[in-house]
């Protein structure tokens, strides 16, 4: 799921990122017990409202559609992110955690996004070792984001972008996930607002929006 009215600037050299995440890959059990700890530590909801100059009024909560996405880290401690394909008319090549609104057939939130998972990646659901969730993220759009953590296991993962939908798989390191050094604030000009946002650079990827507020919400709960 994406942020809106979005960009995408890529830079530097995919390979020497490819690298860089390999030497830093964290085991297993390590990033398990890293990511539990921060399940169990406090923290509010966020928004993407967050950073507007002047916030919007708010909506209800009962206003907000629910949705999920899956912030899955591989055997490596990689976290899987994709980039939408362009020819979509919401969002085009963005950065995106995989998922999507919960759908009437979806248990909840987490069901949302172990679906959308499957489809947009080709990644079975019975691989994923859920932890816990995130407190939800209210998007620009108006969806109540709830991020589900969890773990991908059974060795290896090769995704399956699905066609028309993922131009692009790639994984970014734990260390760069977990750092709120990584994370940045910048501003632009949408809809007659200033509005900040959260950015998140890696190599050629440009990280932004509700994607990068979630991530940076996990990183502040992952620090010391």
Do not use: C
């Not at 002047?54 to 559609?65: N, T």
């Not at 919960?102 to 909840?108: A, E, L, N, Q």
């Not at 108006?142 to 066609?163: D, K, N, Q, S």
Request: hydrophobic share 40%.
């Amino acid at each position: 799921m994406a942020d809106e009215a979005g960009r995408l600037t890529r830079t530097g050299d995919t390979a020497a990122v490819e690298g860089a995440a390999s030497r830093a890959a964290l085991p297993a059990r390590d990033l398990r017990a890293r990511l539990l700890a921060a399940l169990g530590r406090p923290g509010g909801p966020s928004s993407d409202h967050d950073l507007y100059a002047a916030p919007p009024v708010p909506l209800s909560e009962g206003g907000l559609r629910p949705a999920g996405v899956l912030a899955a880290f591989d055997d490596r401690g990689r976290l899987i992110l994709t980039k939408r394909a362009s020819s979509l008319r919401h969002h085009p090549g963005q950065i995106a955690l995989p998922g999507g609104k919960v759908d009437p057939g979806d248990r909840d939130a987490v069901a949302a996004a172990l679906r959308e998972a499957h489809e947009e990646i080709g990644l079975d659901p019975a691989r994923v070792e859920v932890l816990g969730t995130l407190p939800p993220h209210r998007t620009v759009t108006g969806f109540a984001m709830t991020p589900v953590l969890g773990l991908i296991t059974g060795g290896p993962f090769e995704p399956r972008p699905e066609a028309g939908e993922v131009e692009e798989v790639f994984r970014v390191p734990f260390a760069h996930v977990a750092n709120p050094a990584n994370y940045r604030i910048e501003r632009r000009r949408w809809r007659g607002v200033w509005r900040g946002y959260y950015v998140a650079p890696w190599g050629p990827y440009y990280i932004w929006g509700a994607t990068a507020r979630v991530l940076h919400a996990l990183a502040q709960r992952l620090s010391p």
